[in-house]
C-alpha cells in the first residue's frame, strides 16, 4: 500500500465524465431516493480515497462508485424481471436474492449507457452485492467503500473495517467487510445466499493457507 496518500489527478475528459455520471445520478434519484443519491456519491469519493491509498485507479473506484447503486430506484419485482430476462442465475429462485440483484442487473445494462467505461468498472458494481473468489483491487475497494462509507451508521463491524483501512492490506479489509456483512445476515435472520457461503469457505482456506494460490497482501 502507499506510505503517502496521492490526490486524484484527472484528465478534462475525465472530470467531465464524472460530471455527467453525477449529473445522471441526480435526476435519477434525487426526487425518489435521496437519501441512496447522498450515499452513492458518498462512497464513489470514499472508494476514489481507498484507491489512491491502496494504489488502484482512483477514476474507476469513483465512477463505479457513483453508479453502483443506479438500480437501487427500480422495484424488486423489476428487478427479478429483468434478472430473468438477461439471464442470470443465482443457482436459486432470483426471488430469494432480491437484495443482491441491483448491482448484477446495472453491470449488464449500464455499458449499453456509458460504453466509454472499461469493463473492469461493470464487473466492481456487480460485485459490490455479491463479492467473488477472485476479486480484483478495485472490486475490494467498491465493495469497502459501499460498506464503510461516512453516511453508513457505524455497527461494530463496520468500525472495525474502518480502522483497518491504511493499517491492513486491501486484501485483509475486505475480508472484514465480507465477514462482518454475513455476521449482519445471520444476526438479523435473513435468507444468506449459498454462494456467499461458497466464496467465504473458499477464501477461508486460502487465508488458512489450506488452498492454492493464496492471495497477496496489497
Not at 462512497?43 to 453502483?68: K, N, Q, T
Not at 449499453?112 to 466492481?124: D, H, I, R
Not at 465477514?179 to 444468506?192: F, H, K, M, P, S
Amino acid at each position: 500500500m502507499s506510505s503517502q496518500m496521492r490526490r486524484a489527478e484527472y484528465t478534462k475528459g475525465q472530470l467531465a465524465l464524472i460530471g455527467r455520471l453525477e449529473s445522471d445520478l441526480t435526476d435519477r434519484m434525487s426526487a425518489v431516493k435521496p437519501r441512496r443519491l447522498a450515499h452513492s456519491l458518498s462512497v464513489a469519493r470514499c472508494a476514489e480515497s481507498l484507491a489512491l491509498r491502496y494504489d488502484v485507479d482512483p477514476f474507476g473506484a469513483r465512477v463505479a462508485g457513483i453508479l453502483h447503486d443506479w438500480d437501487k430506484v427500480v422495484s424488486d419485482d423489476e428487478l427479478v424481471r429483468r434478472a430473468r430476462e438477461l439471464g442470470i442465475d443465482f443457482g436459486v429462485d432470483l426471488d430469494l436474492v432480491r437484495p443482491l440483484l441491483h448491482g448484477v442487473v446495472a453491470a449488464r445494462e449500464l455499458p449499453g449507457l456509458y460504453p466509454e467505461l472499461a469493463p473492469e468498472v461493470f464487473q466492481a458494481i456487480a460485485r459490490h452485492t455479491t463479492a467473488a473468489v477472485d476479486m480484483t483491487p478495485l472490486d475490494e475497494v467498491v465493495f469497502v467503500a459501499d460498506g464503510i462509507e461516512p453516511l453508513r451508521t457505524g455497527s461494530v463491524g463496520i468500525q472495525q473495517t474502518r480502522d483497518m483501512v491504511g493499517r491492513a492490506s486491501l486484501d485483509d479489509v475486505f475480508w472484514n467487510s465480507f465477514c462482518a456483512g454475513i455476521e449482519y445476515v445471520v444476526e438479523t435472520r435473513r435468507y444468506l445466499y449459498p454462494g456467499t457461503l461458497d466464496i467465504y469457505n473458499e477464501l477461508a482456506l486460502r487465508r488458512a493457507g489450506a488452498g492454492s494460490n493464496a492471495p497477496a497482501g496489497r
